[in-house]
Every structure is written in structure tokens, then in C-alpha cells.
């Protein structure tokens, strides 16, 4: 699978990385393999890297709208995408307004830390 998460003991955050060319299909899996693990919190946010990820545009948008539905059954409200190139930022941007529309609050960013601090309510 090109995309793979972590949820670390003693941690509030869920880490996503990818692999080589990721498809809007592996954002759903992803996001059901999320909703079914029960070691993730509602109140966990989730931190996505994008960077050096090949992205593979296959197929329309419904897989992104079944992606954010499912991660908002979890409950997960914040997700936080940190991307290194200017495809990635536009790609995080996408998904962070179709995710607006579900009630879940999707910002990008360039820096880690920067987004680990939203993610965490750190103030700047």
C-alpha cells in the first residue's frame, strides 16, 4: 500500500506518510482502515506528509468525499497536510475544501512544526 499511517503510544496525533504514486482510491482505503482502528481517538488529529510523493490522478473526486466521510465517522475533526512542493500543497488545498464541506478542519502547510502546532492548539 503506498500509504501508510502509525499511531504511536502515549501520542494524540496520527502520522500518514506515502509511497510512490499515491490514487485518491488509497486515501479511502486509508481512511477506512482509520475509522475501523480503535487504538484512534476522536480526539486525535492527523498529521499528513506529501512530500516526495508521486501523485496518481485516477479516477474523479468521489473517492476524496468517501475519504473525509469516513474519517469523520471516527470522529477525527483536524488534519493538518504538510507538503514540500508546490502539487502537493494545491492537491492538500483540494482536499482541504472538499473536507470543509463535512465539517472537517483541514489546513496545509510547508513546515512540520508549524503544523504540528495547529494541530495541537499551540498558539505561534
Known amino acids: 500500500m503506498p500509504l501508510r499511517y502509525d499511531v504511536p503510544i502515549a501520542s494524540d ?4 506518510s506515502g509511497f510512490g504514486a499515491v490514487s485518491v482510491a488509497d486515501g479511502t482505503s486509508l481512511a477506512r482502515d482509520l475509522a475501523a482502528d480503535r487504538r484512534v481517538a476522536p ?3 492527523m498529521l499528513v506528509r506529501v ?3 508521486e501523485v ?3 479516477g474523479g473526486t468521489d473517492g476524496a468525499a468517501d475519504a473525509v466521510s469516513q474519517l469523520k465517522s471516527r470522529g477525527l475533526r483536524r488534519t493538518a497536510v504538510v507538503a514540500a512542493d508546490d502539487l502537493g500543497y494545491g492537491l ?3 482536499f482541504a475544501s472538499r473536507a470543509a464541506a463535512y465539517g472537517l478542519a483541514v489546513q496545509v502547510f510547508r513546515d512540520d ?6 494541530l495541537l492548539g499551540v498558539e505561534g
Open 113 to 118: 512544526l508549524e503544523a504540528v502546532s495547529w
Open 13 to 16: 496525533l496520527v502520522f500518514v
Open 92 to 94: 492538500g488545498s483540494l
Open 56 to 58: 496518481a490522478v485516477v
Open 43 to 45: 480526539s486525535f488529529g
Open 51 to 53: 512530500a516526495e510523493v
